[in-house]
């Protein structure tokens, strides 16, 4: 399933939601210009490497908000900023633009920190912005979980769109990540190295930390500033 679109409507225009997606996409722009070995070093000063952050966190804190803007490929960002789209205007028009930029940002630093503990000493880059949505999607299933998402489903070689309930579309993705995170965790475990792939606990702390914090942030009052 793939979200298009959902049915709340929204009393303000999402500015730093079009803006934070037009980032994401200008900085994918700029990786694809570079070279490969280029591309590595950019990754390793921009994105979180948990090995550096262990060991120099007050010259490496930034990186948990800058590695927020790096992609490792097409798909990594057009699934992330689809994402975005359909979940992160609701979010913003709820708790206004200002406190919305920070939610985001500080919901992707913190799923950033719960990568970097799973594994402190991996020399990895860990980048996206998978963690400061995946907050948004927690705040969005607190605040809407009776909404109605219109999904582009693949059955096969047909395409179709339907309508799910929002818990449906988050509930998958959420336990998807569960599922996927522990197993990661038994195959680092097994194999006693290091394992790259997919930030499985960014994800869920991500989530977490997005149904904690966004409460405090005004997610259901009536009114914002």
Not at 27 to 54: D, G, I, K, M
Not at 160 to 172: E, Q, R
């Amino acid at each position: 399933m793939f979200p298009l679109y959902d049915e709340n409507p929204t009393r303000i225009t999402p500015y730093f939601t079009y803006g934070l997606i037009g980032m994401n996409i200008l900085v994918f722009l700029h990786e694809v210009s570079l070279s490969n070995a280029r591309l590595n070093l950019f990754f390793r000063e921009y994105a979180v490497v948990p090995q550096e952050l262990t060991y120099n966190f007050d010259g490496e804190w930034i990186t948990l908000i800058t590695s927020q803007f790096l992609h490792g490929g097409w798909w990594h960002l057009i699934s992330n900023m689809v994402f975005l789209w359909v979940f992160g205007n609701n979010i913003e028009d709820r708790l206004g633009h200002f406190k919305y930029l920070i939610f985001y940002l500080t919901c992707g630093a913190l799923a950033a920190l719960c990568q970097w503990v799973i594994g402190m000493n991996s020399s990895i880059p860990s980048l996206g912005a998978s963690g400061a949505i995946s907050g948004v999607l927690g705040a969005y299933l607190i605040r809407f979980p009776h909404a109605r998402i219109t999904t582009l489903v693949f059955l096969g070689f047909f395409v179709t769109t339907i309508s799910v309930p929002a818990l449906v579309v988050i509930g998958i993705f959420f336990v998807q990540n569960i599922i996927s995170g522990l197993a990661s965790l038994q195959a680092a475990a097994n194999m006693s190295v290091q394992t790259g792939g997919v930030a499985y606990w960014a994800h869920i702390g991500g989530f977490v930390f997005g149904v904690l914090l966004a409460p405090l942030f005004g997610l259901f009052k009536r009114d914002y500033e």
